[in-house]
């Protein structure tokens, strides 16, 4: 398992770097748009990714609650923050090529909106997290995954029909993608889910130290003789 | 079943009876929606056709700015004397006092907004061009959405540092839809422009699903320590 995660690394780096190479040089430019056009290269590969996990997250948030294990606890907790990360990169990248194409930063079409009520409801999920006192944090995180799961096909049918009443002109057209333009965002796409994977990788393994470290440190604190407890941190009580 | 019915009812008795004695909760709701009803009135100063279009955001951000203020003080009671940990030891089922609670607020910010509704007749110049008979019933669909999710999630917020800010940076995100709902019907219908049939099977079903989800999870929530 070690030698796994230097190999996926590696690995990620090089299909990062064909993967630029491809959206800014290989792509055919888009006829009307321009070179703007590219920056989807980037954003529609970083909602799936970002959608992909945010799904992962839901999916450990059940298991937790049905089994109570720690692993699907940190997967949750790693999936959302890393979900959160992706789906800033969609928000932020979403009005840069609006504004030359459709004339505006933002509007409150269906998906914009659906993204951007994700993203407050898994922020509000990390403001959980951090501000829940630590044994009962990722139940209620847990719960809330639940909650805001539940909330996305309301969320999805309020403003569809919002959007249905007040037609707005500046909804891209459907229309058919060049094969070459497809493929160059397909491997975009991979390239990104390998880097999502490595870093939720890295920060997983991350958590589960910090979660042994802090074990530890309230077992040593336990065991410690009565006398030397006086001078040592108030942590000693925690466990 | 007739147990969850009869310890719902003594919970809701208690609490109405506290309620009526002290009327902290309903006191400072009241004055708080007030204040957002004046201090939108004179920085926005409307007319009577510009109110009616805004009318359904207002009303529904006052109302839910003022519900918090309640939903907060929900569960101050309960953790005064450890209340709430000898429940959480009796063989009560968890359900009873979650029904009991929002009911309770349920009444409060129904009370608040026949008091209120009023206030924002004068203010505003308000009077509706639609059916104005499904004002009652998006009422009080809206104030359940508010309250079913608004209780569960103050509960939550117990367990967690700097709870009063915890609340509404919880209910708002997944209000949205609700929130969305209440507003675009009570605008349907004071403009009578269009029908606010859908927004109400919406919340409707929005109340559906969450009544069910918190009704399945506060269990958890109870027993987390």
Known sequence: ?239 | MSTVGALTRATLTKDLRLEWRSKDAINSMLFFSFLVVVIFSFSFDPTAEESRQIAGGLVWVAFLFAAVVALNQTWAREMRNQVLDAYRVSPAPPNALFLAKVVGNFIFVTVLQALMTPLFIVFYNLRALGPSYQLPIVAALGTWALVVNGTFFAAMSLRTRSREIMLPLLLFPISIPALLAMVEATGAILTGEFSARFWIVLLAAYDVVFTIASLFLFGFVLQAE
């Not at chain 1, 800014?24 to 070179?35: H, I, R």
């Not at chain 1, 959302?80 to 079409?109: K, M, N, Q, S, Y």
Request: hydrophobic share 55%; glycine share 6%.
């Open chain 1, 1 to 239: 398992m070690k030698r796994v995660f230097p190999i996926l690394a590696v690995l990620t780096g090089v299909l990062l770097g064909y993967a630029l190479y491809q959206a800014l040089v290989a792509a055919p430019t888009e006829q009307t748009m321009g070179p703007v056009q590219r920056i989807f290269y980037y954003h529609v590969p970083s909602a799936w990714t970002a959608f992909i996990l945010f799904f992962i997250n839901f999916f450990a948030s059940i298991v937790y609650l049905i089994w109570r294990n720690n692993k699907a606890d940190i997967v949750a907790l790693v999936t959302a923050e890393v979900g959160v990360v992706f789906c800033t990169v969609v928000l932020v990248t979403g009005p840069i090529w609006a504004r030359p194409v459709w004339g505006i930063w933002w509007t409150w079409d269906l998906r914009l909106t659906l993204t951007l009520v994700l993203w407050l409801i898994y922020v509000s999920y990390l403001v959980l997290r951090r501000f829940s006192s630590s044994g009962q944090t990722p139940l209620l995180a847990a719960v809330l995954a639940v909650f805001g799961a539940l909330d996305v096909p309301l969320v999805y049918f309020s403003i569809w029909f919002f959007r249905t009443q007040h037609p707005q002109p500046v909804i891209g057209g459907g229309g058919s993608i060049d094969p070459r333009m497809l493929h160059v965002l397909l491997i975009n796409w991979l390239a990104f889910s390998c880097f999502a994977a490595l870093v939720c990788w890295a920060r997983y393994r991350l958590e589960v130290m910090r979660r042994d470290m802090d074990e530890t440190l309230a077992l040593e604190a336990l065991l410690e003789p009565h006398g030397s407890n006086a001078r040592s941190s108030p942590t000693g009580s925690a466990g």
